[in-house]
């Protein structure tokens, strides 16, 4: 049996960092109600003349690096992006001329906040299959630039960054399984709703969500994903060594490990930090989490995300 084994991470966050306390000189809000109903105290923003693909170079080549992989070795490059650089060529394309790979599969997923487990998923299905032997797996976003900043029902929860993995084919065990699904049903409650057309931007171009509606959904389809992950593997929750969540809010963070009876020393949180990268979330708490020595080879890890479409999912990985 062949398996996919995460064999490098890696993160990047840009300099300028917003805390709550300038947001608070930006919109009627405070520090105690962000950190509060997010648990979040600052996010990353960056700069003007940065772009998604300079995130996902930046990650990428720390991944490629501690995966001792040259870039030449990838047969596959999926970027997972809400905020692609282009309309076309995708960001996944832009980053592999960066990277000076010639001729590796390369192309960009769209599932928002899910875009990362979709992205792994994929990626796994190709190496399962003998297609593909290394593939390198991005989310970079640059969400702040879909964010109205007068709009505090927003403008205080996203962040911008990138985080990537280098993935191997390996007799032994890495993936494990991977759980995916989408309900198309409630695209309006998180959206940016604008389109181009005839080269201008069409409609509303920033970011809109029913929190409530989002916060709501997001804690009942964590909960069933979770254990629909467990239960393919005929595991229960003891198994896991970490959780490692999609960065949204602590609430729904903590709404998932208790599901879970996972006590919050078992969870990788980065929101207070990082807020919502988006795809770029979960491979960003990773590599915090790798790098930093929490999570250890051989380790049960647990990944989750939740986002517009929406789209969800649950990806069982054997470190
Ligand atoms: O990544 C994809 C998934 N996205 C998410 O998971 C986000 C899910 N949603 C959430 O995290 C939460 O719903 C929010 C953090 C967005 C909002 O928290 P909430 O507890 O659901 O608050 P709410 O929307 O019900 O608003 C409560 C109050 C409202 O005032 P009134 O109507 O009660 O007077 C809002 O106007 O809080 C007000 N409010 C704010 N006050 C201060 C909303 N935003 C702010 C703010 N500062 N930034």
Redesign the pocket.
Known sequence: MTYSRIIGTGGYLPEKILTNAELEKL????DQ??FE??GIRSRHLAAEDQDTCDLAEEAARRALAAAQCDAHQLDLIIVATTTPDRVFPSTACLLQARLGNHGAMAFDVQA??SGFLYALSIADKFIKTGTVRRALIVGAEIFSRLVDWTD??TC??FGDGAGAVVVEASAEQGILSSHLHADGAYKDL?TVPARVTQGRLNGDGFTK?Q??E??KF?VRALSRVVDEALTANQLDQSAIDWLVP?Q??I??IAATAKKLKLPMEKVIVTVSGHG?T?AASVPLALDVAVRDGRIQRGQMLLLEA???GFTWGAVLVKF
């Open positions: 919109v009627d809000t405070s109600w962000i109903r997010t928002v906040c505090r029902s205080v929860l998180l969500m929190g409530n989002v916060f997001a999609h949204a809010n609430r729904i919502n988006s939740v986002g517009g």
